[in-house]
């Protein structure tokens, strides 16, 4: 298959058709090879409009959704992002070609050792893993906080104050709020006061976010 010439596709049809207009992010979706990032059963389907299954109940968001909250975070290219919810790597990557540094924290190993992979054979080395697989793992990543940009790629049932507490002047928080089935992607921007504001965008669905401030298994 020629996986260049549905990438196109993708961005044109999926992601630029829809409003998403950050000529960094656009260039990101159009430079990251999705088809890696899932199960090989899958590759043929990893342009297509959805989300797909990446293995212990987990998936890769689908193109539209990946794009919107990157675009969302105003990355310029010296940030330093913070990933909660590494998952198969996909927005990890996308992040990494458009921010200088990114932290992503994962609780399930073999989906964070997967997409370590995944992330050097692009050579994204500006990428710091880690694996939060233990019960009481901490929330986001305090000792390397503020954050410029903080992502959440799983659905909570509210903001969490720690990840808001890492986040540095004047950056921004980009998370699923709502039910364990059906959420709003929320945007937090913390201006140079420290005051926050809260802006509301499409309904989504997310796997939850398991433990300390999301949901309990």
Same mark, same amino acid.
């Given at each position: 298959?020629?996986?260049?010439?549905?990438?196109?596709?993708?961005?044109?049809?999926?992601?630029?058709?829809?409003?998403?207009?950050?000529?960094?992010?656009?260039?990101?979706?159009?430079?990251?090879?999705?088809?890696?990032?899932?199960?090989?059963?899958?590759?043929?389907?990893?342009?297509?409009?959805?989300?797909?299954?990446?293995?212990?109940?987990?998936?890769?968001?689908?193109?539209?959704?990946?794009?919107?909250?990157?675009?969302?975070?105003?990355?310029?290219?010296?940030?330093?992002?913070?990933?909660?919810?590494?998952?198969?790597?996909?927005?990890? +990557?996308?992040?990494? &070609?458009?921010?200088?540094?990114?932290?992503? *924290?994962?609780?399930?190993?073999? !989906? $964070?050792?997967?997409? =370590?992979?995944?992330?050097?054979?692009?050579?994204?080395?500006?990428?710091?893993?880690?694996?939060?697989?233990?019960?009481?793992?901490?929330?986001?990543?305090?000792?390397?906080?503020?954050?410029? +940009?903080?992502?959440? &790629?799983?659905?909570?049932?509210?903001?969490? *104050?720690?990840?808001?507490?890492? !986040? $540095?002047?004047?950056? =921004?928080?980009?998370?699923?709020?709502?039910?364990?089935?059906?959420?709003?992607?929320?945007?937090?921007?913390?201006?140079?006061?420290?005051?926050?504001?809260?802006?509301?965008?499409?309904?989504?669905?997310?796997?939850?976010?398991?433990?300390?401030?999301?949901?309990?298994?």
């Amino acid at each position: 298959m020629n996986f260049e010439i549905l990438r196109k596709k993708m961005v044109q049809d999926q992601i630029v058709a829809r409003g998403v207009s950050d000529r960094r992010v656009i260039d990101a979706m159009l430079k990251i090879p999705r088809h890696i990032f899932v199960q090989e059963a899958f590759a043929a389907q990893a342009y297509n409009d959805k989300a797909l299954p990446i293995g212990e109940k987990q998936t890769i968001s689908q193109p539209y959704i990946v794009a919107l909250m990157t675009e969302k975070l105003g990355l310029t290219g010296t940030e330093k992002v913070l990933e909660i919810g590494t998952g198969s790597g996909y927005q990890t +990557a996308v992040l990494a &070609t458009l921010a200088d540094r990114v932290y992503s *924290a994962e609780r399930i190993r073999p !989906l $964070a050792l997967n997409a =370590r992979k995944c992330l050097d054979s692009l050579k994204l080395f500006n990428v710091q893993l880690r694996i939060n697989d233990r019960e009481g793992s901490p929330v986001g990543w305090e000792e390397e906080a503020p954050f410029d +940009a903080i992502i959440v &790629t799983a659905g909570a049932p509210e903001v969490p *104050a720690v990840l808001v507490d890492q !986040l $540095a002047r004047g950056g =921004r928080l980009v998370i699923p709020v709502g039910s364990d089935s059906e959420q709003q992607l929320i945007t937090i921007i913390k201006n140079e006061e420290g005051e926050l504001l809260r802006e509301s965008s499409i309904a989504c669905r997310f796997v939850p976010l398991i433990g300390n401030q999301g949901w309990q298994i």
